[in-house]
């Protein structure tokens, strides 16, 4: 796409269009807008017990913006169940300068120095509309997506755009809705300025889960 940089792919966000590629080799990006859009209702966040007791652990260090590139390098890295990805060089780059101007953002996931885990997105208005995320340890980013609902909660959102529904999204509370009822919930979060660095850059499992308790 000659010409098309960040400020095209917020304009794009905005209308409720999204990028992806055929695959990780594929030098094109398409735009999507299919008729059904999947979210997680930042109210009906669901986490099972026993992810709550892995997140009250700490099993994880949890940042926030610490290495956005790794982050999107893990999640376009082909693993076991994904052996081909929709993130190609054009998306790299595309999403490194939102995260240079402000508008990406990651959640990452750490074992002492390695990276297990984690998840990006991109914030606009008082909408965050979730990309993709990886995971090298078990429940890594499951991990990742509470420290994200936490964060979400806290500074304002009203939107949480998953883009497709899947099973394990379901089991989050990820429901599928019309494109007209995603534009009217897009349009609605767009009036608004939510703020992303609301909590501080680290915090604690119990902290999170706090948060999405008290701005339940």
């Given at each position: 796409?000659?010409?098309?940089?960040?400020?095209?792919?917020?304009?794009?966000?905005?209308?409720?269009?999204?990028?992806?590629?055929?695959?990780?080799?594929?030098?094109?990006?398409?735009?999507?807008?299919?008729?059904?859009?999947?979210?997680?209702?930042?109210?009906?966040?669901?986490?099972?017990?026993?992810?709550?007791?892995?997140?009250?652990?700490?099993?994880?260090?949890?940042?926030?913006?610490?290495?956005?590139?790794?982050?999107?390098?893990?999640?376009?890295?082909?693993?076991?169940?994904?052996?081909?990805?929709?993130?190609?060089?054009?998306?790299?780059?595309?999403?490194?300068?939102?995260?240079?101007?402000?508008?990406?953002?990651?959640?990452?996931?750490?074992?002492?120095?390695?990276?297990?885990?984690?998840?990006?997105?991109?914030?606009?208005?008082?909408?965050?509309?979730?990309?993709?995320?990886?995971?090298?340890?078990?429940?890594?980013?499951?991990?990742?997506?509470?420290?994200?609902?936490?964060?979400?909660k806290a500074g304002g959102y009203?939107?949480?755009?998953?883009?497709?529904?899947?099973?394990?999204?379901?089991?989050?509370?990820?429901?599928?809705?019309?494109r007209s009822d995603y534009r009217?919930?897009?349009?609605?979060?767009?009036?608004?300025?939510?703020?992303?660095?609301?909590?501080?850059?680290?915090?604690?499992?119990?902290?999170?889960?706090q948060s999405i308790t008290q701005?339940?």
């Open positions: 796409m000659r010409g098309f940089g960040a400020e095209e792919l917020l304009n794009c966000y905005a209308r409720g269009v999204f990028p992806m590629a055929e695959g990780r080799d594929d030098p094109r990006i398409y735009l999507l807008d299919p008729d059904e859009r999947g979210i997680i209702p930042l109210d009906g966040f669901h986490a099972s017990r026993s992810l709550k007791k892995t997140v009250r652990q700490d099993v994880f260090q949890v940042t926030v913006d610490h290495d956005f590139a790794a982050v999107v390098a893990g999640c376009a890295t082909p693993a076991s169940g994904r052996e081909e990805t929709w993130i190609n060089d054009g998306i790299i780059r595309l999403y490194g300068d939102l995260h240079t101007a402000g508008y990406a953002h990651s959640v990452e996931c750490w074992s002492g120095d390695d990276l297990v885990g984690g998840l990006y997105g991109v914030s606009l208005g008082a909408a965050f509309f979730g990309e993709s995320m990886f995971s090298r340890r078990r429940d890594a980013s499951k991990v990742a997506l509470v420290h994200l609902i936490a964060r979400l009203s939107l949480l755009d998953t883009q497709f529904t899947t099973e394990h999204l379901q089991s989050f509370g990820a429901q599928t809705i019309s009217a919930k897009l349009a609605d979060a767009l009036i608004f300025e939510a703020d992303f660095n609301t909590l501080p850059d680290e915090i604690t499992g119990d902290q999170a889960l701005t339940s």
